[in-house]
T-cell receptor, first 114, second 112 residues
Framework: DSGVTQTPKHLITATGQRVTLRCSPRSGDLSVYWYQQSLDQGLQFLIQYYNGEERAKGNILERFSAQQFPDLHSELNLSSLELGDSALYFC?????????????FGPGTRLTVT | ELKVEQNPLFLSMQEGKNYTIYCNYSTTSDRLYWYRQDPGKSLESLFVLLSNGAVKQEGRLMASLDTKARLSTLHITAAVHDLSATYFCAVDEGAAGNKLTFGGGTRVLVKP
């Protein structure tokens, strides 16, 4: 158990819908990262937040957005869902300091778009 | 754009034999990670390699890093069935933020 929690574990929804994935980092970690894992694209970095502010952005679609709240939990919002958005979405956290970069991954949310 | 390539993509192992997984990356980086993933599960951190020549060992797994060659290897000694999983290497460019760029993964199946 990494200490990172994600909810829900599974999500099944229809095309065109909007969903929110939630992540709570390990206690004390300031950085949260979102990754997408699919058969087509492999593991891809989406976005990083550090202490409430966006720090790095990867191949995140415009239909996707994220935020990190004052209590450091993070949410990933996916809208206008398409079949190709079906994937495993991981959240990871790290302490975020200059020498505290190791990322610990949560259990993931499996999203199925039908 | 940083590219990370692993090979082989699939490795069928016999118990008791030794094997190596290779991870090549395209730009300068001093931080390389190895993760293990069981089917449908999360990523478990195996090793963090932070400098040229770094070598780390845990049980039957040993990882090394050659930053000049931009190459890391994961060596498996005397494979056992419990090591069946997918192994990923990932590189951290170390720029603002610490996003990881992952290799495509190596699926390992250890047969008795």
């Amino acid at each position: 158990d990494s200490g990172v929690t994600q909810t829900p574990k599974h999500l099944i929804t229809a095309t065109g819908q909007r969903v929110t994935l939630r992540c709570s980092p390990r206690s004390g970690d300031l950085s949260v990262y979102w990754y997408q894992q699919s058969l087509d694209q492999g593991l891809q970095f989406l976005i990083q937040y550090y202490n409430g502010e966006e720090r790095a952005k990867g191949n995140i679609l415009e239909r996707f957005s994220a935020q990190q709240f004052p209590d450091l939990h993070s949410e990933l919002n996916l809208s206008s869902l398409e079949l190709g958005d079906s994937a495993l979405y991981f959240c990871a956290s790290s302490a975020g300091g200059a020498h505290s970069y190791e990322q610990y991954f949560g259990p993931g949310t499996r999203l199925t778009v039908t | 754009e940083l590219k990370v390539e692993q090979n082989p993509l699939f490795l069928s192992m016999q118990e008791g034999k030794n094997y190596t997984i290779y991870c090549n990356y395209s730009t300068t980086s001093d931080r390389l990670y190895w993760y293990r993933q069981d089917p449908g599960k999360s990523l478990e951190s195996l090793f963090v390699l932070l400098s040229n020549g770094a070598v780390k060992q845990e049980g039957r797994l040993m990882a090394s890093l050659d930053t000049k060659a931009r190459l890391s290897t994961l060596h498996i000694t005397a494979a056992v069935h419990d090591l069946s999983a997918t192994y990923f290497c990932a590189v951290d460019e170390g720029a603002a933020g610490n996003k990881l760029t992952f290799g495509g993964g190596t699926r390992v199946l250890v047969k008795p």
